[in-house]
């Protein structure tokens, strides 16, 4: 927590003081505790995190310090958790009950991502990642510079540590005034700043592929939000006015980064290189939403009516960046060795140097309720969601996909994508006995959209049960049958398309958005889902809670020729083709004795899907092959608590999480190429976790606490568990991929902790 | 493609609390109607006040007076600790007189919410409980499944959260929700998860279980309004949008946590086949031979590896998303 906010935190005390504190009773409770860990890793190196805030320092910990102060005129309730370690908190409310009352808090939420990545780069300014000199030099320098093998060790050997992690502090503050009985104000504010580093790729695709560069990407994002809020709460009517300011400033703009294997611009039929990449980052932005809330209750059949109406405006206006920073480029000339297309040199760009992007957002919702009988209750609602994206036309001559090759000299304008989706839902629940209520559903939802796919409605059923004989007992239990019939493909209007005219024309005309590709969220698709909930409470207070959820989503082709009718495209469904998941889980506790609590869980996940993929690079759905992915997971955990005494307290826990993720290829079909596909090999995570507790109460205000946890994880997975720092894949050994070496790893850990509660 | 506006649900809107206002001399504010009871004999109950209640409730008094609504009532309704307990639980002579005989019929003339169903029970709060985040509780998923306020709030706290607010019968709002969802508890302790289990955020973060216009109970107007809260960056908009991305967070990510890296509903390079398997690249079959080969489309993070600004660019050629 920087000096500054410190200086607001005590500035906002002072001003909320309680007025009187004299009479007031006051509750204090500090937490401390002396920690140790030991760490490590089963194959050595260093040990991945632990717990997801990081590993801590061994040694005192103010674990929470908290004071309550209850008056009739005033209140205030404020805690400071974990005040020497990263995630650390503060927060504070308080008021006049039934006046005033005001929150506000410090909040700083670290996120690590992998504590021994290795990078080559030195951060600047702005977002650019330098190279060592004598590296940069090397590469216009044979033998380096020829030979791409020995560059890369150079490489190697200028890789240092980088964190990769980021911290968000959030400081935050709400105000919420009665200004009359029936009038409350609301305004809020919060100031987010998020700093740290993550992986991004950079990629410069200029020789085999895609040689791939994983950079550490510079975070310097801050938010400022504000909110306002006006209601107006009567008997039988409630009003509500809001508006909300966000804000988002991004410290980095774009990201400049060094090429390893070239520090000379050229661009030829044979040789094309770029020394510098560069990317715009996440752009700034600013969004006003105002929404108005209604509520009416109706003086017959126990109706209600509600309604919500939102506008929000969206606007980011950002530089825009050139094309490319290869000064062997410029825009429509391939080969060009003029004045580079730049920022510095706008005058040379066929772009403009701004690009302002907007979009409009409304939200609406009606609500009918009512409950004629007391038995009867229903509800029909209508929601409309509408996304316009009002951005002006754009169209660019030229552009490059990475700066190194690529180059198209063709005009390239961004579709302005619009979408809207509005639903109308009628519900009803009917009592058939006190205990025992049967319901019903039927909707239909109408999507528009700028895709390939523009329309289509999407049908469902559902029916229900509830069983309620007592306040201990609630069994829900539902079937949903959903049916989305999409249009066939919009040829006229979908502009991806217009370019695309015979099979013999380039394919790829944006991002494989040709003809005979159907994407599963635009697919028709066939829904069942069933879903059971149970919740039992017991006399002596055991508690038994059940949720079984089973979907399943089959997906087909749907209307009109998949193919366009082109030559050389089949009607084969390609992508996701069904996707089946199953979840059960339980929960339960009970009382074993009089001095034996019991507490456990278990989630059993099953998830397969059917994926149609193609056999091999630039190959056209002649020959399929449908992949078979399963995923199982086991989340359990048992608790034991053991209160031997009225001033001891023990508890042992035991936690587990378990997942394996296997894809094999189950049939290879289509006709032409035979296909040989293997199998991957099985993924699998497991976290296991004991965790022990002790407390012993010396008096009634001071309890001595003993925490001991000890935590391994295991990881077994071919993409994530061993990534290397360079990577030169074995069929294609010039395609030189640098990686940050940000590897999942299994660790092992022991934490032990001893701690005094006191209320003062 | 303009789109345009219903205003036809609007003007069923204003026509409804029109016509239905005209039954209505006035419209008072919130909390100013005493819970009512009709008695089971035939005599009617009167109040007693709060006195009479703590002479079997003495356990009640202590945890009330200190609970925000105890200290609350007396500033901002003009109601004292002696009309509390009626004000809720409607007038107890009848309650009082029995004894604590159930056998007794007046013994239940008293209103205990707990005791009722969803509707019923849920009445008593609503009766100053219907503005500001309730207002769209009647016919939510919560409310036509008849879950009552008193299964996750206790108005006598001293239970649970040590009287403060939003006094819940659980101790954290985690638990509240997992007495019925209990499948998301497993799902965040999940490796790839929100910050639930940390304490940094609770499901109230992002879902309001009083109702909402959203059908999934948002506490915003829509997901993705919800995601970028936090996420801003990935707002835009964005010279090149990334449609599914544009449109819903959810066609990638589980917010509620995965077994996958940043929190996506599958691995990498199929969560992206799920869309591009036509033609070139994007639609090969990688196997286990690209997996030995550390073919990048397969390998650490997968398509992102070069497709890293997936969720929109601003850049010129920023039309596969690699700048």
């Known amino acids: 927590m920087t000096p500054r906010y410190w200086s607001i935190a005590a500035a906002l005390a002072a001003l909320l003081v309680p007025p009187a504190c004299g009479a007031a009773e006051i509750k204090q409770e500090l937490k401390t505790s002396v920690r140790q860990e030991f760490l490590s890793s089963p194959n050595g190196g260093k040990p991945f995190k632990f717990e997801e805030y990081q590993t801590r320092p061994n040694g005192f910990v103010l674990d929470e310090y908290s004071i309550d102060l209850r008056d009739p005129g005033y209140i205030l309730d404020c805690s400071a958790k974990k005040t020497n370690l990263e995630d650390q908190s503060y927060r504070c409310t308080g008021g006049r009950p039934g006046f005033f009352q005001y929150t506000a808090s410090w909040n700083q939420i670290p996120h690590l991502l992998s504590n021994q990545a290795k990078t080559g780069y030195t951060k600047g300014d702005g977002g650019v990642l330098t190279l060592p000199v004598t590296l940069r030099a090397a590469t216009t320098v044979a033998p380096l510079a020829t030979d791409t093998a020995k560059l890369m060790r150079e490489f190697q050997s200028s890789l240092r540590d980088v964190q990769l992690g980021m911290r968000e502090d959030i400081a935050a503050m709400e105000f919420r005034g009665r200004l009359s009985p029936a009038f409350t104000v609301t305004v809020g504010a919060d100031r987010k700043h998020k700093f740290g580093n993550r992986p991004i790729g950079g990629s410069f695709g200029n020789t085999g592929g895609s040689n791939v560069q994983e950079l550490p990407e510079p975070i310097d994002y801050v938010s400022n939000d504000a909110n306002l809020g006006l209601d107006y709460a009567g008997q039988s009517g409630q009003l509500g006015l809001r508006y909300a300011y966000r804000g988002f400033q991004n410290g980095i703009q774009a990201l400049t980064w060094d090429n390893p294997q070239s520090n000379v611009d050229s661009y030829s039929a044979t040789n094309k290189q770029a020394a510098v990449g560069r990317m715009p980052l996440a752009p700034e932005n600013e969004a006003h939403t105002v929404s108005l809330s209604g509520g009416y209750s109706l003086p017959w059949a126990g109706a209600r009516v509600s309604a919500n109406a939102g506008y929000s405006h969206w606007k980011a206006d950002n530089p825009m960046y050139a094309m490319t920073t290869n000064t062997a480029l410029r825009p429509g000339n391939a080969a060009g060795t003029a004045v580079p297309c730049d920022l510095s040199n706008p005058a040379s760009c066929a772009y403009p140097s701004h690009i302002l992007q907007e979009m409009d957002i409304y939200t609406q919702e009606f609500r009918l309720s009512a409950r004629p009988t007391h038995k009867l209750r229903g509800s029909i609602a209508y929601r409309s969601y509408i996304l316009e994206n009002a951005s002006g036309e754009k169209s660019f001559n030229g552009w490059v996909a990475y700066d190194g090759g690529s180059f198209k000299n063709e005009t390239v304008s961004p579709e302005l994508d619009q979408f809207r989706k509005d639903s109308l839902e009628a519900k009803a629940d009917y009592d058939l006995f006190e205990s025992f209520s049967v319901g019903g559903a039927a909707g239909v939802e109408y999507e528009k959209r700028t895709r390939e796919v523009d329309k289509g409605k999407d049908y469902h059923v559902e029916v229900g049960s509830t069983y309620k004989p007592t306040q201990s007992l609630f069994v829900n239990l539902s079937y949903l049958l959903g049916l989305r019939r999409m249009n066939g493909f919009d040829y006229q209007t979908y502009r991806k398309f217009a370019t695309q005219t015979a099979a013999a024309a380039p394919r790829d005309v944006f991002a494989n958005e040709i003809p005979g590709m159907r994407r599963f969220d635009v697919a028709d698709r066939n829904r069942n889902r069933a879903r059971l909930q149970v919740q039992y409470t017991a006399p002596n207070d055991a508690t038994l809670g059940v949720s079984i959820l089973a979907n399943r989503d089959d997906y087909r082709a749907g209307k009109d020729a998949l193919s366009g009718n082109y030559p050389g495209f089949t009607n084969t469904q390609y992508g996701l083709i069904q996707n089946h998941t199953y979840t059960a889980g339980l929960d339960a506790s009970t009382p074993l004795g009089d001095s034996f609590n019991l507490e456990s869980y278990y989630e059993a996940d099953f998830s397969r899907q059917l994926i149609r993929a193609n056999p091999g690079t630039g190959q056209f759905p002649s020959d399929d092959i449908v992949d078979r992915l399963n995923e199982f997971s086991h989340i359990g955990g048992i608790a034991l608590e053991w209160l031997p005494a009225k001033l001891v307290t023990t508890t042992i826990g035991y936690d587990l999480v378990f997942s394996q993720l296997h894809v094999d290829p189950v049939f290879n079909g289509g006709g032409g190429t035979v296909v040989n596909a293997q199998s991957w090999p099985t993924t699998k995570r497991m976290l296991q976790r004991v965790k022990t507790s002790a407390g012993y109460k010396v008096r009634e205000n001071v309890e001595l606490t003993a925490n001991y946890a000890f935590e391994k994880f295991d990881v077994t997975d071919f993409a994530l568990d061993n990534v290397p720092t360079l990577v030169q894949p074995t069929n294609s050994p010039t395609n030189n991929m640098t990686f940050l070496g940000a590897s999942l790893r299994g660790y092992y850990a022991h934490s032990l902790a001893m701690g005094v509660r006191y209320k003062f | ?323």
């Not at chain 2, 035939?42 to 006195?51: I, N, P």
């Not at chain 2, 008094?61 to 600790?81: M, Q, R, T």
């Open chain 2, 1 to 323: 493609m303009r789109h345009r506006l219903a205003w036809s649900p609007w003007a069923l809107f204003a026509a409804l609390v029109c016509f239905a206002g005209a039954g209505y001399a006035e419209d008072k504010p919130a909390g100013t109607r005493v819970a009512e009871t009709t008695p089971a004999s035939g005599s009617k109950a009167e109040f007693v006040g709060a006195e009479t209640c703590i002479g079997c409730h003495a356990d009640k008094e202590s945890s009330f007076k200190h609970s925000v609504h105890g200290l609350a009532w007396p500033n901002a309704k003009g109601i004292d600790f002696s009309r509390s307990c009626e004000t809720c639980h409607g007038p107890g002579s009848l309650h009082a007189a029995a004894g604590g005989d159930k056998s007794n019929a007046d013994f239940f003339t008293i209103n205990n919410p707990r005791e009722k169903k969803g509707p019923d029970a849920s009445k008593t709060c609503l009766q100053c409980h219907q503005g500001g985040t309730r207002m769209h509780w009647s016919g939510s998923t919560h409310d036509a499944k008849n879950v009552s306020c008193v299964q996750c709030h206790s108005m006598h706290a001293e239970k649970v959260n040590d009287g403060k607010s939003p006094m819940l019968t659980k101790a954290s709002v985690e638990q509240t929700c997992f007495q019925c969802h209990a499948d998301k508890k497993a799902q965040i302790k999940k490796s790839a998860h929100m910050p639930i289990g940390e304490g940094k955020m609770t499901c109230t973060s992002c879902h309001n279980p009083h109702g909402s216009p959203d059908e999934k109970l948002m506490a915003k107007n829509t997901v993705m309004e919800t995601c970028y809260e936090c996420h801003a960056d990935k707002r835009g908009p964005f010279l090149w949008e990334h449609p599914p991305a544009r449109e819903d967070c959810r066609n990638c990510h589980n917010p509620h946590g995965s077994h996958n890296d940043r929190m996506l509903i599958t691995k990498s390079n199929l969560l992206c086949q799920r869309c591009h398997s036509n033609a070139n690249h994007p639609s090969n079959n990688y196997d286990d031979i690209n997996i030995n080969r550390k073919t990048p489309q397969i390998f650490n993070r997968g398509c992102v590896n070069c497709h890293s600004k997936i969720h929109g660019s601003n850049h010129p050629g920023g039309k596969y998303y690699l700048r």
